[in-house]
């Protein structure tokens, strides 16, 4: 499976400032996916990345709040913007490989706390 | 949209026994259904996963199971070790995106 590299692998950051990680795969993949795993909780889904257009959104998560680029097909950012303790959590970057029965994998995420 | 509720929330075992957890979807277009093993502070790995075309999938001490007529799927592992405590999560999928289950935390006691 593809190599996913994410970081920072974790931050500290004071409220109201901004946030971005990046994901690096090793080979193309199709797909990339951010996700937001919060303390104790499961994967949710944020968005889709598409490469060289704007990012998939699902419900409850916004542009303004959450921007993705996607320039090309192993390289992706997320950015959390205008953090609040809230925004605590572990963010995960997923590939999933060229291939209808190509499975998911996670990158090591980003482990980001907001005082 | 697709939901996947996930039991139990914790499960705890003796060393060598089995452990079951269940989960069950409302989509019935979904079509592909993984299991993801969390170990405390690391990534979430696939175990094993199935498609709705199969009924039954086998690797070594993992298994899953697929009943599609009632929307539910399982995780089985048999003769277990301290090494498989951990958060498991099921997730289920028609297309890309996939939806997971809050989530079950193993304790396997030796």
């Known amino acids: 499976s593809a190599v996913i590299s994410q970081k920072p692998s974790r931050d500290i950051c004071q409220r109201g400032t901004s946030l971005t990680i990046q994901c690096q795969v090793d080979?193309?993949?199709?797909?990339m996916f951010w996700y937001r795993q919060q303390p104790g909780q499961s994967l949710t889904l944020i968005a889709t990345a598409n490469q060289g257009s704007e990012a998939t959104y699902e419900s409850g998560f916004v542009i303004d709040k959450f921007p993705i680029s996607r320039p090309n097909l192993t390289f992706s950012t997320l950015t959390v913007s205008n953090m609040s303790p809230e925004d605590s959590s572990i963010y995960l970057c997923?590939?999933?490989?060229?291939?209808?029965?190509?499975?998911?994998?996670f990158g090591n995420g980003t482990r980001l706390t907001v005082t | 949209g697709e939901n996947v509720e996930q039991h139990p929330s914790t499960l705890s075992v003796q060393e060598g026994d089995s452990a079951v957890i269940k989960c069950t979807y409302s989509?019935?277009?979904?079509?592909?259904f993984p299991w993801y093993k969390q170990e405390l502070g690391k990534r979430p790995q696939l175990i094993i996963d199935i498609r709705s075309n199969v009924g039954e999938k086998k690797d070594q001490r993992i298994a899953v199971t697929l009943n599609k007529t009632a929307k539910h799927f399982s995780l089985h592992i048999t003769e277990t070790q301290p090494e498989d405590s951990a958060v498991y999560f099921c997730?289920?999928?028609?297309?890309?995106?996939?939806?997971f289950g809050a989530g079950t935390i193993l304790r396997v006691k030796s």
């Open positions: 997730a289920a999928s028609q297309g890309n995106k996939l939806v």
């Open positions: 080979s193309q993949v199709t797909m």
């Open positions: 997923s590939v999933k490989g060229q291939g209808v029965n190509s499975p998911l994998h």
């Open positions: 989509d019935s277009a979904s079509n592909y």
